[in-house]
């Protein structure tokens, strides 16, 4: 009989993944020990934790850039974390490093976010400036190791430390600034600063596609932008001429422009550096994964492009407006009579304080449920 269990898979990564690849078996372990799974690595089983977990249900319902009822064929935070994480195996592999550290990372790296993206996490750290603020990388590690409640034994998802000190420094301006226990001032894994880069990557480019599906600028206006007008070009030497399949081109082409200068340029780094092991990694005390000068420019004129035609559209602006307005009614009535939490909410209030948990409560919600609790709480005519 043949069968594939944990060690088989332990030792095929040993074979097969780049001396530099963070190995299962290498792993820290967990804060609280557990006995390993006979057919799961430990990369595997928190990536299973991740998406079982509440918290990754909400995300069907947390806005990208557009809000849940503006339509229902504009990305989500949970459609966002899979495409980046389809993105970020592929890199991985690519690159023989480990896929399922990186698939984890990025299916669960944006659970943190509060309603309403962007416009939510400024208001939930302007009303928390005086409590510890909030930060959505910061919040996603109190989930994955306090909130989520669904093992008798411990808090949390007791995810391995690798995953939790790649959430918390998936961030190139992270590395100092982590917490004691995630070894502030290393950079993290290969498989954890492909993170913020795949994210970006995924982000982009469905973002060029919901404005150009939604009218908020048109492939005149994008045309602009070298990254897009180099793919436009290219798409439409190809014979392309219905304006959809075109679009569509266009958006693989820039994501597989951007992998590849990404996977290139690290594999140079790496080389320049003699990484030959995950610890090396580490002890050469700088990232290393990076785009190439050329490839960072043309990102960052589209994502200029981007933030002025999209994020600051006045559609999104006022949306932005009025999702701060509904979360600053939350948090005001919330914190002035915390009995209106729900009671394993208002349990938690003697351990961390009224206001953090209010906090968590509020950055738990999907759109429509903060929606729904706003009129609850200020609708006379709604039942509560």
């Known amino acids: 009989m043949f069968i594939v269990d944990r060690r088989s898979q332990e030792e095929r990564e040993e074979r097969q993944l780049a001396p530099y690849g963070m190995k299962s078996a290498a792993s820290r372990g967990r804060r609280h020990p557990e006995e390993e799974h006979q057919y799961r690595t430990c990369f595997q089983r928190d990536r299973d934790r991740v998406i079982h977990s509440s918290s990754f249900r909400r995300l069907e319902y947390k806005t990208q850039v557009f809000v849940n009822h503006e339509g229902d064929n504009y990305r989500t935070r949970l459609t966002h974390s899979l495409e980046g994480a389809q993105i970020g195996r592929t890199v991985a592999r690519t690159l023989g490093l480990n896929e399922e550290l990186t698939e984890c990372l990025l299916l669960g790296h944006d659970l943190g976010h509060t309603p309403f993206g962007h416009s939510g996490e400024r208001v939930m750290d302007e009303v928390m400036r005086d409590h510890g603020g909030f930060e959505h990388n910061r919040q996603t590690l109190r989930i994955l190791e306090v909130l989520e409640e669904r093992y008798p034994e411990f808090p949390g998802l007791n995810l391995t430390w690798e995953v939790r000190e790649g959430i918390i420094k998936h961030r190139p301006d992270t590395d100092a600034s982590a917490p004691e226990e995630y070894a502030p001032g290393e950079p993290p894994t290969l498989e954890a600063q492909l993170v913020d880069f795949v994210d970006e990557i995924a982000y982009n480019n469905h973002d060029i596609d919901d404005g150009l599906t939604s009218g908020m600028f048109s492939v005149d206006q994008i045309r602009r932008v ?32 951007c992998t590849s200068d990404l996977i290139q340029t690290t594999l140079a780094a790496v080389d320049e550096a003699r990484v030959t092991s995950a610890a090396d990694v580490r002890a050469v005390g700088r990232r290393l994964v990076n785009y190439s000068p050329p490839m960072a420019e043309r990102v960052r004129e589209l994502k200029e492009f981007l933030f002025r035609e999209m994020y600051r559209h006045f559609r999104v602006v006022r949306m932005g407006d009025k999702a701060g307005r509904i979360l600053h009614d939350l948090f005001d ?18 351990r961390d304080g009224v206001e953090r948990v209010v906090c968590d409560y509020i950055a738990g919600m999907t759109d429509r449920f903060a929606l729904q609790e706003h009129r609850k709480l200020f609708d006379p005519t709604v039942r509560v």
Request: avoid cysteine; aromatic fraction near 4%.
């Open 333 to 350: 009535s919330l914190v002035r009579e915390p009995r209106q939490l729900p009671p394993r909410f208002h349990r938690q209030i003697e």
């Open 226 to 257: 070298t990254l897009f007008r180099e793919a436009h070009d290219e798409a439409l030497g190809a014979g392309l001429k219905d304006k959809r399949m075109l679009r569509h081109r266009v958006v693989r082409r820039i994501i597989d422009r």
